[in-house]
């Protein structure tokens, strides 16, 4: 069974700042894929951004990139230019290909972007 | 293009008895996955629908059922209610064709067990 670790329960920066949020997780699998999902108080699970495990190129969606490392098993997330709405709950996923058993979260991160 | 709904937003229950939660996925997805989100954890996979069928299920009771609809609409019943079964359940939709499968949320339904 995968297992994916969150270590940082919470974090708060200021606005405009660069913040890292860290996510580790196990599998014996070698196709898979690792996702970040931002839920705000609305609690609508959003989704930030996707890796494809076969690929080496971290994954980008404009402020927002992923450090993968898959000898270490680790999948952090970069917030750029932090905003006042990136305020949020954000969970790292893992997902087999397929996707038939489902995503496996983490605990989550409460990501404070103070003004 | 309509994304995943829920429904009821709310429900309040008691112990022991049953309740239904609803699910409309987003338009073109054929692929329904129920989690159940206790308050300041993860969500937990608790089953997959896909074809009208259960295609995969975590780690839950037999409680908990089931049903996707030829529309691709899905229903989560859980029976005998039991406090530790208050949380935000989730629905997920996805399509089954991409290797993918990226899942997307609806809003999720609130269910309080007294």
């Known amino acids: 069974a995968q297992t994916v670790t969150q270590s940082q329960p919470e974090m708060s920066v200021q606005e405009a700042e660069t913040v890292t949020l860290s996510c580790t997780y196990d599998?014996?699998?070698?196709?898979?894929?690792l996702f970040w999902y931002k839920q705000p108080p609305s609690r609508q699970m959003i989704l930030v951004i996707r890796q494809e495990a076969y690929k080496q190129q971290n994954a980008t969606e404009n402020r927002f990139s992923v450090n993968f490392q898959k000898a270490a098993k680790s999948f952090s997330l970069k917030i750029s230019d932090s905003q006042l709405g990136d305020t949020a709950m954000y969970f790292c996923?893992?997902?087999?290909?397929?996707?038939?058993?489902?995503?496996?979260f983490g605990k989550g991160t409460h990501l404070i972007i103070q003004p | 293009d309509a994304g995943v709904t829920q429904s009821p937003t709310h429900l309040i229950k008691t112990r022991g008895q049953q309740v239904t939660l609803r699910c409309s996925p987003k338009?073109?997805?054929?692929?329904v996955s129920w989690y159940q989100q206790a308050l300041g954890q993860g969500p937990q996979f608790i089953f997959q629908?896909?074809?009208?069928?259960?295609?995969q299920r975590g780690n839950f009771p037999d409680r908990f059922s089931g049903h996707q609809f030829p529309n691709y609409s899905s229903e989560l019943n859980v029976n005998a209610l039991l406090l530790g079964d208050s949380a935000l359940y989730l629905c997920?939709?996805?399509?089954?064709?991409?290797?993918?499968?990226?899942?997307?949320f609806g809003p999720g339904t609130r269910l309080t067990v007294l």
């Open positions: 338009s073109g997805h054929d692929t």
């Open positions: 629908y896909y074809e009208e069928e259960e295609r």
């Open positions: 996923a893992f997902m087999n290909r397929g996707g038939a058993d489902g995503l496996t």
């Open positions: 997920a939709s996805s399509l089954a064709l991409l290797a993918t499968d990226t899942q997307y």
């Open positions: 599998t014996s699998e070698n196709n898979y894929y």
